[in-house]
């Protein structure tokens, strides 16, 4: 399962952030490896924890914060496995390029170990806010 963007959605992101210049919130929903595959062990969830710790901080430096992190516990609406996650988090940063940027950081981008050691499979939508399409329908 995909753990990082194809050549494609990157392409689309890049060009997304010279016409959406405002704040984007990132959903992250991530399902994480029984067992760590990388340096330093553990399970997916210890692995990725790892990850998050620095992530966290190269989010803060360019200006971003970590809106949510949670465990989805309960599915309402629905019926697809596929759906069966292990975290999700909404991370907001200042645009697209701040995070553009800080993917493209020495430092991120050794973290990533820990990144692709921990997790089975995420998705990673990014969210403009404040476009209500409910409003205008009603």
Known sequence: MATNPTHEQLEQLIADSERLTGEVVMLNLLKFKARAESDGGGTGEESYR??????????????????????????????????????????????????????????????????????ERMALIAMTPGQNTLAEDG
Do not use: C, T
């Open 50 to 119: 790892r990850y998050g710790e620095m992530a966290v901080r190269k989010v803060a430096e360019r200006g971003g914060r970590v809106v949510f992190m949670g465990r989805p516990d309960s599915i309402l609406i629905g019926s697809d496995v596929e759906g069966d996650w292990d975290a999700v988090a909404l991370v907001a940063y200042p645009n697209r390029k701040a995070f553009l940027d800080m993917v493209s950081d020495p430092e991120y981008q050794k973290g990533h170990g820990d990144r692709e050691g921990g997790l």
